[in-house]
Nanobody, 120 residues
Framework: VQLQASGGGLVQAGESLRLSCAAS????????MGWYRQAPGNGREFVAA???????NYADSVKGRFTVSRDDAEKTVYLLINSLKPEDTGVYYC???????????????WGRGTLVTVSS
């Protein structure tokens, strides 16, 4: 199983960006999918998550600007970031709880991350 994140880049403050994270491999079911980020010099922090049932959760710092969504047919989770701020700069990582076979437990997998740089 692999998670491949993409969509990062260098943007100006106020612009929008959509990140994608696609899961691949022999996957039976994907449970919760989410995003974390790590700013330079800081630890990794939770950003947003979305369950397979459609319940979402956001960090207080991103509520109102970030929207998480998913396409289960494509095994992909998205993160739409509006009104980007310089403090949004960092590496954005996706993760997903994945079950490989019926009766097997869900295991959390992580993508390698995609870099978002916001200039003021």
């Amino acid at each position: 199983v692999q998670l491949q994140a993409s969509g990062g880049g260098l943007v100006q403050a106020g612009e929008s960006l959509r990140l994608s994270c696609a899961a691949s491999g022999r996957i039976r079911h994907i449970g919760i999918m989410g995003w974390y980020r790590q700013a330079p010099g800081n630890g990794r922090e939770f950003v947003a998550a979305l369950t397979s049932g459609g319940a979402s959760n956001y960090a207080d710092s991103v509520k109102g600007r970030f929207t998480v969504s998913r396409d289960d047919a494509e095994k992909t989770v998205y993160l739409l970031i509006n009104s980007l701020k310089p403090e949004d700069t960092g590496v954005y990582y996706c993760n997903a709880a994945i079950s490989l076979n019926l009766g097997r437990p869900y295991v959390t997998y992580w993508g390698r991350g995609t870099l978002v740089t916001v200039s003021s």
